[in-house]
């Protein structure tokens, strides 16, 4: 499949991102409603086609490709437990979880530019363009977050210029150097396991925020995307 279809649309998904996380902020009452049915979206996605991609992985990283998904998670809350307990200024502190999380953020949407090259790459075109609804969704949900991040911390515009663009760079970055098939997967495993601390630490509405029926619609609405899938696969 012709290279230039992923990198147009991680570049439309990446001009997307810039101008909602610019206007986001006027969506604050939708802020919960959005929030919690992305995740459903996302986390659906994460355990119903990144976890059966992990395990086909097996097949190419061998058994250790669980090991390097459980450092994915186990990384980023170290980092942020470590700043949390050695910064005893709430100001600096905020600063630094911020500059963690939006490091984060980067990564996460870097390494999905990966991974709607690797689909397309693998000739999945079905489960390529299936997969591009829930890292939308994720993305704009992103944005929410890191609007809120930035309330601390003032962005940089080289901050949202590399923020905006990462996914492009992501799948910029997976065609020009060639990526080998066994480092796909291993940086694949890693990022999901990103993914899934961030989805679970920020993402999905804590304590009493929110109601469960915007989560299930977007657990449903996945569903439907995953039989479709299915279906046409």
């Not at 210029?161 to 796909?184: E, I, K, Q, R």
Request: charged residues 15%.
């Amino acid at each position: 499949m012709e290279p230039y279809i992923p990198l147009a649309l991680t570049l439309f998904f990446g001009l997307t991102h810039f101008f909602f996380e610019k206007y986001a902020h006027h969506l604050k009452r939708f802020d919960v409603a959005f929030t919690s049915f992305s995740a459903g979206i996302f986390l659906s996605y994460i355990f119903l086609s990144m976890f059966p991609e992990i395990v086909r992985g097996m097949n190419i990283v061998g058994d250790g490709i669980f090991f390097i998904f459980f450092w994915g998670f186990v990384l980023l809350h170290i980092a942020e437990k470590y700043v949390m307990q050695h910064t005893p200024s709430y100001r600096k502190r905020m600063e630094r979880l911020t500059h963690i999380r939006t490091t984060g953020f980067f990564v996460n949407h870097f390494v999905l530019g990966l991974a709607v090259m690797f689909f397309f790459e693998i000739d999945r075109p079905v489960v390529a363009y299936i997969s591009l609804i829930p890292i939308f969704y994720h993305m704009m949900s992103s944005s929410i977050l890191i609007e809120h991040l930035h309330k601390h911390v003032r962005e940089t515009h080289l901050g949202k210029f590399l923020s905006s663009g990462s996914v492009f760079f992501g799948a910029l970055f997976a065609l020009l150097l060639d990526v080998p098939l066994n480092a796909y997967y291993a940086m694949f495993a890693f990022i999901t396991g990103i993914l899934l601390y961030i989805i679970v630490r920020d993402t999905l509405p804590k304590y009493r925020q929110g109601r469960p029926t915007y989560f299930l619609t977007g657990v449903i609405f996945y569903l439907v995307l995953a039989a479709i899938e299915v279906i046409l696969a």
